[in-house]
């Protein structure tokens, strides 16, 4: 406990006389027990926050990497059906920890709203096993049991699984696994970068053990068991709940809200398009006109915040198309592997093999560039700068589209075989799936380029205690990417009447897809490469504006009288400017 100023504290004297008091001589110093309890429980709880991670991952990855085999196969879904689908879930699967945690801190209480996601997780895990089970062949010992669901009951169970699911991830990471959770106030921008590469190398580390055990008894062992094996994950997700619930709950630091921030724009665009110019006058931004001492609804302090942030909102918008990229691993690519011969000698690859070739560069590159960084700070260099990494990383996910459709082009060119998946005898080209194997690793190499610099980025140029604020607009500009590019496929299927994604690959042009798609991303690179520029300098970091309460009230009275014109505005601005 840190005991405050003595001066500050003029009837505490009792209270500072018992902190204060001055050990007995003949009583025996007791052992210090204390740190060595402390950092005991520090890894109690480091550990139960890595395994829920490791569970709740587990469980994300296992439902992406069968959502589109699954309605394919069993639901009878086209292609841009089935991708949209599975777009639709990461999306929202990305953007609910943000929304859940806003809600739990305004409205049911962090600890409350927990176990309602742990519960709709759990159900959600549930409801997908009923729905992925192979009905038409189930047994129970030694009986046979016919028990088919109708084709609409299936539907409605399977949406309602994925929903759930959808909520349940998003409280677990909003409440239990936040990047706030992780002391990181006090690292420099090398350690920063270590960090978030060691982040999110262990993320993916995670992700190849799911894509491969999964993905293998999902097509290959037990048909629609794959289903089950979030079910369990989600099991042990909930022991680590029960182990340290009331030490795993993080309470992020208090600086601001995504409300404040989105009312800070509504109120500066109502103020300009209501030109209430004869309240505020000129100002410097066009935020400013939010400002109660301008005529608008906002304290100084939550302004200059906001106007913090939005020196970051390029970064957020560019990054929209290169997520709409990145999904196609499990879309686009995915139905391509799918499309394309499996076969390796007399063993039939899962799919979700091919996402581990993506993977690769991920596991490879953190080390390679903990290295080199580390040489070039021993070398007293300067490594590449964050913003000019995130532009190699774009035109890499660029360069990966257009190879996916040049690829395209070369899979139609061979003939047809009969290829069963899940039960069902597809026909598919005869190329190898790794053929296919560069533009998986280009957009891996993509991913290890762009997301721990947009996390460096984000997190050094906003001052510490909005720094949650930009981290959740990064993500809610990860969940947008998502969105945008399940409303892009859907565009593209109905204005090219399914030709550019069709069901049928080898009757349709889906790398005509690929190319509109690269072209997008090159037109976002170049801009990104415009307005670089200011993020060049990362040891400059946004400064926000905090003003005593008794300043803002000046400031707001100051705005009155201007409304009426009965100050010397010189002698009151000066006055305001002493106080701050």
């Known amino acids: 406990m840190v005991v405050g100023d003595p001066n500050k504290l003029p009837d505490g004297r009792g209270q500072l ?25 520090k890894l109690q709880v480091i550990i139960c926050v890595l395994l829920v991670e490791l569970c709740e991952r587990f469980t994300f990855f296992g439902i992406v990497c069968n959502t589109i085999l699954f309605c394919t196969v069993k639901l009878g879904y086209d292609n841009y059906l089935a991708a949209t689908v599975n777009l639709c879930f990461i999306g929202a699967s990305t953007l609910t920890p943000v929304l859940v945690g806003w809600f739990a801190e305004t409205c049911l209480g962090r600890s409350k709203v927990l176990y309602i996601c742990a519960f709709l997780h759990f159900f959600g895990t549930a409801m997908l096993p009923v729905v992925a089970f192979p009905f038409e062949d189930f047994y129970i010992d030694t009986r046979h049991m016919t028990h088919q669901l109708e084709r609409r009951e299936q539907q409605i169970l399977f949406y309602t699984g994925l929903l759930a699911v959808a909520l349940g991830i998003g409280g677990i990471r909003a409440i239990l696994c936040p990047m706030g959770a992780y002391s990181l106030q006090c690292y420099n921008q090398h350690q920063l970068l270590s960090f978030f590469n060691w982040f999110y190398w262990l993320v993916n580390l995670n992700s190849t053990v799911v894509f491969l055990g999964i993905a293998y008894i999902q097509q290959s062992v037990a048909k629609n068991l794959g289903f089950l094996i979030p079910f369990t994950s989600v099991l042990l997700a909930l022991i680590a709940i029960h182990m340290m619930r009331n030490n795993l709950t993080y309470k992020p630091k208090k600086g601001g809200s995504l409300l404040t921030t989105l009312g800070v724009f509504l109120n500066s665009l109502k103020m300009c398009c209501l030109h209430y110019r004869h309240l505020s006058g000129d100002v410097g931004s066009w935020l400013d006109r939010a400002k109660e001492n301008n005529g608008g609804r906002y304290s100084e302090t939550h302004v200059e915040n906001v106007k913090v942030l939005a020196k970051l909102f390029p970064l957020y918008g560019l990054q929209l198309l290169y997520r709409a990229c990145i999904t196609q691993i499990p879309s686009g690519y995915y139905i391509q592997t799918m499309n394309s011969n499996l076969h390796l000698a007399s063993h039939l690859l899962p799919i979700g093999a091919m996402n581990v070739i993506s993977i690769i560069p991920l596991l490879l590159l953190a080390p390679l560039i903990e290295c080199v960084t580390t040489c070039y700070l021993s070398a007293e260099k300067a490594p590449l700068a964050p913003a000019k990494v995130i532009t190699l990383g774009h035109a890499c996910a660029t360069l990966s589209v257009l190879v996916a459709g040049l690829s395209e082009l070369h899979r139609r060119s061979y003939p047809l075989v009969e290829q069963t998946l899940s039960g069902k005898v597809l026909q598919v080209s005869s190329m190898p799936c790794f053929h296919l194997a560069p533009q998986y690793i280009l957009l891996g190499l993509a991913e290890a380029l762009v997301t721990p610099a947009c996390s460096l980025i984000s997190f050094q140029l906003t001052p510490s205690h909005i720094r949650g604020i930009s981290l ?55 801009v990104f490469w415009r307005v670089s520029n200011r993020y060049i300098d990362l040891s400059v970091r946004g400064k926000a504006l905090t003003v005593s309460p008794l300043a803002e009230k000046l400031l707001h009275y100051k705005a009155c009288l201007r409304f009426y014109d009965t100050v010397d505005r010189s002698y009151t601005t000066a006055s305001i400017e002493s106080i701050l």
């Not at 006389?17 to 429980?41: C, V």
């Not at 990860?478 to 080898?506: E, K, M, R, T």
């Open 17 to 41: 006389r018992r902190h204060f008091r001055a050990p007995r001589p003949d009583r025996a110093p007791r052992p210090e027990h204390g740190p060595t309890r402390k950092s005991r429980k």
């Open 472 to 526: 959740h607009f990064l993500t809610l500009s990860y969940g947008g990417g998502c969105f945008l590019a399940a409303l892009i496929v859907q565009l593209v299927y109905f204005l090219s009447g399914g030709n550019f994604y069709p069901d049928a690959l080898h009757d349709g042009n889906l790398e005509r897809f690929f190319f509109l798609l690269a072209s997008l991303m090159a037109v976002n690179t170049l």
